[in-house]
């Protein structure tokens, strides 16, 4: 699965107080720290919770151009990093809907002998067919 790039613009206003902002048009996402490293793993979750968001709204989920980075680094304030923050939609899907859920399918008799036959659990195959259908 493809890595997705996004950039975040963090701003040290003192020695313990980070804020994070995505700074382009397509999100709004918002947060601080008290250490750079808390709003760089805050940037991270929101990000990913934010594309769950998007991809259950049907949202386009937007791409980021390597243009868009070089700008925001050139025009950043001596008080302010651009970072980077990477996931992919797998990573994020899996972390906000991970939970079983319970389904009820019906096959034709022919499949469900072919299945026990070859001793293959209908759950771990469909599974692992989903996962190589949309999740590659």
Partial sequence: MEKLIYAFKITEYSSNEYV?????PEMKIFGCGKTLAGAIEQAQSLLEFTLFDMLESDEEIPI???????????????????????????????KFGDAPVKKTISIPQYMEFLL?????????YLQSKIEQDFLR
Avoid: C, F, G, R
């Fill in 20 to 24: 994070l902002e995505y700074p382009l």
């Fill in 64 to 94: 980021v151009e390597p243009s868009q980075i070089k700008t925001l680094e050139s025009n950043k304030a001596d008080n302010e990093y651009i970072i980077l923050v990477t996931t992919d939609m797998k990573t994020v899907v899996q």
């Fill in 116 to 124: 026990n036959k070859n001793d293959i659990s209908l759950s771990k």
